[in-house]
């Protein structure tokens, strides 16, 4: 490794916002606000989009989260590289419209609107914003749900709009009604504010609203439009279609892994353990999905994972803390087939796992690394009890009892550190990432090795090149 000084530092601050971005979420969290976390994560990105451009366009093909990619790419359209290289501002546009077609259609829509609002109006931008809005499939639907963000786009980029859908969103109120539509989903809309059978031929978040407009009991609605359900509005529903009486018919081996989690912990544990079977397999079968190829592949993994207090997490991202260690811990046991779990509060019972104690990380993570597994896999906030314990004994086993680093320790934290500006280490010997999504763990891990100082900036430029281009060849 040749890189100087400068370059390692480059290389850290690199991490460390790709760190932030994927587990930050500018919502409150248990030890921090969701002011801070803003005003955090808005340095981190003006500071590496100055200093590492190239670079900072590439996270688009890690596994940030979806608020902080939407926030990327507002810099690239908004900001945009005087003189850059044509094939850099090329994988870059491959990038936007890469990253924009896998995210929800919400988000972009609501992307959409901050650059009108902004003003943002440069030709890529009204490139970008064409080249998505034609690859919707059904632009009378997102007429229906996202109004306000199709309207928007529409007349910021001055787009063309198929004739039903334009007279939908132009035409005043009063004349909106009365306009006959060739779309049959439009016409639907038109009869659901006179006729409640209209009501059932919406999507359900649409019809939602006119069915307590028209005062239908909810039991009814409930049974009459699980056919117009997606799987993640049927899983969300499913208390209270139990509630009601009511088959929500939910396969929830479909779902992702890290949602069904957060299901998962939101059921009281008497009915977890009423519904031990189907849960179990539900979540055996995610996993397994989660793993893909891999599935087996990985050698002796020991996890430690925190259910402390603190993974709670707070009012808006309840318990996900928690539901990301309850994924990693299915999803390591169906990488490695002689995985095990150290949960920090001795529960020996993953699907009853909830909140509770302090956060004793030293115990466990020694106990860990003591019996010499290959991998070691920590995911935990990062708040322990007794911090210099830890820091000062991890440092102490890896220089003196493993030198040669034949356990591999990676410390996955899925809550940013506002007032740190980064994630909250455990140790300066245990490299520390962010995680958002338990499924992109393995690339996770195989990112972690640049954090323990062995590699620089080079080999992570190259690394991040050869992620961009994957990113953009898997497209489909």
């Known amino acids: 490794m040749t890189d100087t000084y400068a370059d390692l530092l480059a290389c850290e601050d690199l991490l460390l916002f790709a760190g932030a971005a994927t587990a930050a979420t500018g919502r409150r969290e248990f030890h921090s606000g969701a002011d801070e976390q803003r005003l955090s994560m808005e340095f981190l990105h003006d500071y590496v989009h100055q200093t590492l451009p190239d670079l900072y366009a590439m996270t688009l093909a890690l596994h940030i989260n979806d608020h902080h990619a939407a926030r990327v790419v507002h810099t690239l359209l908004s900001h945009p590289r005087p003189g850059a290289p044509a094939d850099e501002r090329a994988r870059e546009n491959g990038l936007i419209r890469r990253r924009l077609a896998l995210m929800p259609p919400q988000r972009v829509y609501r992307l959409f609107r901050r650059l009108a609002g902004d003003r943002v109006n440069n030709r890529r931008t009204r490139a970008t914003m064409r080249d998505w809005l034609n690859a919707r499939p059904r632009l009378e639907l997102d007429a229906l749900k996202y109004r306000s963000g199709l309207h928007a786009a529409a007349r910021h980029a001055r787009l063309p709009l198929p004739p039903d859908v334009d007279r939908f969103l132009f035409s005043r109120t009063s004349r909106r009604r009365r306009i006959r539509y060739d779309s049959p989903l439009l016409r639907a809309h038109g009869r659901a504010h006179y006729s409640v059978q209209g009501v059932y031929d919406l999507p359900f978040t649409v019809a939602e609203g006119f069915a307590a407009h028209h005062g239908v009991p909810r039991e009814r609605f409930l049974e009459r439009i699980r056919a117009r359900t997606t799987h993640a509005e049927r899983l969300r529903l499913e208390s209270a279609t139990r509630r009601a009486g009511v088959d929500p018919r939910v396969d929830l081996g479909s779902m992702p892994l890290l949602r069904l989690c957060v299901h998962v ?18 979540l055996t079968r995610a996993a397994r999905r989660a793993a893909g190829p891999l599935a087996g592949t990985w050698p002796t993994t020991v ?16 318990n996900h803390p928690l539901a990301a260690a309850l994924a990693c811990h299915h999803l390591l046991h169906a990488l490695s087939p002689r995985a095990t779990t150290r949960w920090l509060s001795g529960h020996a019972d993953a699907l009853t796992v909830r909140p509770l104690g302090p956060t004793r990380l030293a115990e466990a993570v020694l106990d860990a690394v003591e019996s010499r597994p290959d991998r070691v896999v920590i995911v935990s906030d990062g708040h322990d009890d007794h911090p210099p314990l830890l820091a000062d004994a991890l440092t102490v086993w890896r220089r003196r009892l493993d030198p040669d680093r034949a356990t591999t320790v990676v ?40 954090g323990e100082g062995r590699l620089g900036l080079s080999e992570l430029r190259a690394h991040m090149e050869a992620t961009a281009t994957a990113y953009l060849e898997a497209r489909t």
């Open 265 to 282: 912990l939101g059921l009281p544990v008497a009915e977890r353990e009423e519904r031990r079977t189907e849960l179990q397999e539900a």
């Open 303 to 318: 996890a430690v994972l925190d259910d402390s207090y603190s993974s709670w997490g707070s009012p808006e991202r309840r």
């Open 411 to 450: 410390h996955l934290n899925p809550v940013f550190d506002a007032d740190g500006l980064s994630l909250r280490p455990l140790s300066p010997a245990v490299p520390t990432i962010g995680l958002r999504d338990p499924d992109a763990l393995p690339s996770l891990v195989e990112l972690a090795r640049f």
